[in-house]
Structure formats: structure tokens, C-alpha cells
């Protein structure tokens, strides 16, 4: 078996897309001829302290030439130069998004990051993204040719159709409370529609970004919306899953994702989907199953909200298509198998 090392900062059991994509393709890479050992990296990146950049410039420089390290882009685009040219094994990396297209950086640190990451790629033998909209972004920005990116949809788990139905509309939203994610407008869109008989409950880390949840918890407290928005926070899979079968809409209007695993997680519930026109969304949704807005716009936003809520036969339509669709999404097994090829190609 080809021996593989999987570089991954902070805590895999982190609840992100990220993390979880992580996991599970490293738990099904030996059924596919890779040996997997998992390489904890310092949990500080992508900002991490010059101590924890030192001990990861460590961990990694004592990888054997004769296995294949696969580093987490997490980790991989903050990397200094001298660190990657004393790495002697194969690299591979595992890039969701570039990092400086990350949401609520500022120019001058989006354009040190992007060109941290550049310089860093150029030292991978091979990368794998997400989905085809990634790959594109890469060689557009001249961070990678085509030849060397693989491109690893994340699988899709089959689930119950939501039941829904209840007054008054739930409307589901999951991801991380970070600025990405687009939560602020969500909350800015329901806002004027306070006429409308809606419940909103919003899942995903609060620890991410503290700041942008005091933000946003604000926002909440100033529309007098707390008794309609929730901020669950994290939640196991057991509360997501009652969560997921009493919605009746998904709505998440991020401003950019790599691929949008939340997104394909609610198209398998069969739940009708309103999202930003952003990233690998539309890619990920198709225009059957939900209705796009552009980035930013509450407006537009409440206006979609406004038509569903209002509409069962609308809602129904997208469900339908939505489910269908569904059936059709790549599983873990897939991710796995292309990843796995990736390896075997830059292998010793």
C-alpha cells in the first residue's frame, strides 16, 4: 500500500465542511490501497504564531521521502517557502478555497495570503479541490494547471425527505456563524418581512468568529427578532437531522464556497434551497431546486424568502426537484477513489 501522511491543523472533529470532508476521506482511503497516518498540525492556522509555524516546518520536514504527505489547505497556503523546500516527500494538498478570497479580510492581507498561497503551490506535486468551479478559480488566478489539479466532489449522504408543514415556516440555515456565510443578510432579509409567519433557526459554530457573532447577535436584538431567529450554535447529528426534517426552506446567501456542503446536505433532505449566486453554489444547486439571488442583497433575498413562505406549491415544486437531484450527488466513496488515484500518481 502506498503510505500516506495527512497534515490537518487544529481538531478534525471541528463541525466545518472542511474538517468533515478531512475525516471522511481518511477513513475510507485504505479501501483504495492508501495507508493513512493522520499528522496534527498547530490549530492557529491560517494565521499561526511563528511558533506554530516553526513545529509544523518540524512535523513536516520529517515525512520520509518514500510516502506521499496530503496537507490540508487550511495549513498549506500559509507555509513559508523555506519550510515547503525542506519537505522531502511528494506534496498534495487538500485546497476547499484559496484562502484570500476568505470573506472579511482586508485588501492588503487577502493579497499577502493569495500570494503566500501561490508561491506555496508551486512546490505540490498535485492539488485536489472541491468542486470544478475551484479548479477553474485556481488557473484563472495562476495558482495551478489543469494537468495537476483532480477535482474530488465531497460526498453526499442519503437521508429522510424533511416533513416540513407546520405553521409557522422554518427556515433552516446551516453553516458557521463567520462573515463567508452571509448570515448578517439573512437576518437583515427576514427583517422586512415581519408580517410573514416564519421561524428561523441558524446552525453552525459560534466560536469561529466571535466578533461577527456579537455582530450578528446584535443585529438580532436591534430588529426585535430574537424570539424568531435561534442561534443554535453546533450541534451533533442527531439535533441537526430534527432540525433538517422540520424545515420547510434552506436558505444560506453565502458570499463565496468552494463547493457547499450544507448546500448538498439539504438538496438530500429535499428541502427547496435560497442562496447567494456565488462560488460553486449554482453548480451545486441546480436553478430546479432553488432560487438564487446576487451576493448582498437583503432585498432580493427577502423577496425570495417572501414567495416561498407564501407559496406550498412553490415550495413543493423545488422539493421535488431537489430530491430528485439528490439522488444523482457523488458519495464519499467517489471522493475517496479520485483522491486516492491523485496519491498513486505522485507516489515514490
Avoid at 223 to 232: M, P, S, T
Avoid at 270 to 285: E, F, R
Avoid at 314 to 335: F, G, I, K, V, Y
Wanted: hydrophobic share 45%; glycine share 8%; aromatic share 6%.
Amino acid at each position: 500500500m502506498t503510505q500516506l501522511y495527512f497534515a490537518i491543523p487544529g481538531d478534525i472533529d471541528t463541525p466545518t465542511g472542511g474538517y468533515v470532508y478531512d475525516k471522511r476521506v481518511m477513513a475510507l482511503l485504505p479501501a483504495f490501497g492508501i495507508a493513512v497516518s493522520h499528522l496534527p498540525l498547530p490549530a492557529g492556522f491560517p494565521f499561526p504564531s511563528e511558533t506554530e509555524r516553526d513545529e509544523t516546518c518540524r512535523l513536516l520536514a520529517q515525512i520520509p521521502s518514500d510516502a506521499v504527505i496530503l496537507i490540508d489547505g487550511l495549513a498549506y497556503g500559509a507555509l513559508p517557502e523555506r519550510c515547503l523546500a525542506n519537505i522531502s516527500a511528494p506534496i498534495v494538498v487538500m485546497l476547499h478555497h484559496p484562502l484570500g478570497l476568505e470573506t472579511g479580510l482586508d485588501e492588503q492581507e487577502s493579497r499577502r495570503l493569495l500570494a503566500s498561497e501561490q508561491a506555496a503551490l508551486s512546490f505540490a506535486r498535485h492539488v485536489i479541490v472541491t468542486s470544478p468551479v475551484t479548479a477553474a478559480t485556481l488557473v484563472e488566478l495562476g495558482f495551478a494547471d489543469p494537468p495537476r489539479i483532480s477535482v474530488a466532489e465531497p460526498g453526499t449522504e442519503q437521508a429522510a425527505r424533511a416533513s416540513g408543514g407546520a405553521d409557522p415556516c422554518e427556515i433552516l440555515s446551516v453553516g458557521s456563524v463567520v462573515p463567508r456565510k452571509g448570515h448578517d443578510v439573512l437576518v437583515a432579509a427576514l427583517a422586512k418581512i415581519p408580517h410573514r409567519e416564519w421561524h428561523s433557526t441558524i446552525v453552525g459554530s459560534l466560536d469561529r468568529d466571535r466578533d461577527h457573532v456579537c455582530r450578528l447577535q446584535r443585529q438580532i436584538e436591534e430588529l426585535g427578532l430574537q424570539d424568531r431567529i435561534h442561534l443554535a450554535g453546533a450541534l451533533d447529528s442527531e439535533a441537526l437531522d430534527d432540525y433538517c426534517r422540520k424545515a420547510d426552506i434552506f436558505a444560506l446567501p453565502s458570499r463565496y464556497e468552494g463547493y457547499g456542503m450544507a448546500f448538498a446536505a439539504a438538496l438530500a433532505r429535499g428541502l427547496p434551497i435560497v442562496a447567494a449566486k456565488a462560488g460553486a453554489v449554482p453548480t451545486t444547486v441546480p436553478p430546479e431546486a432553488g432560487i438564487f439571488v446576487p451576493p448582498d442583497d437583503a432585498q432580493a433575498l427577502s423577496e425570495a424568502l417572501h414567495a416561498l413562505i407564501g407559496d406550498r406549491g412553490l415550495r413543493q415544486q423545488l422539493s421535488d426537484a431537489a430530491w430528485a437531484h439528490a439522488q444523482t450527488l457523488p458519495r464519499w466513496e467517489d471522493a475517496a477513489r479520485i483522491i486516492a488515484g491523485a496519491i498513486r500518481k505522485v507516489a515514490p
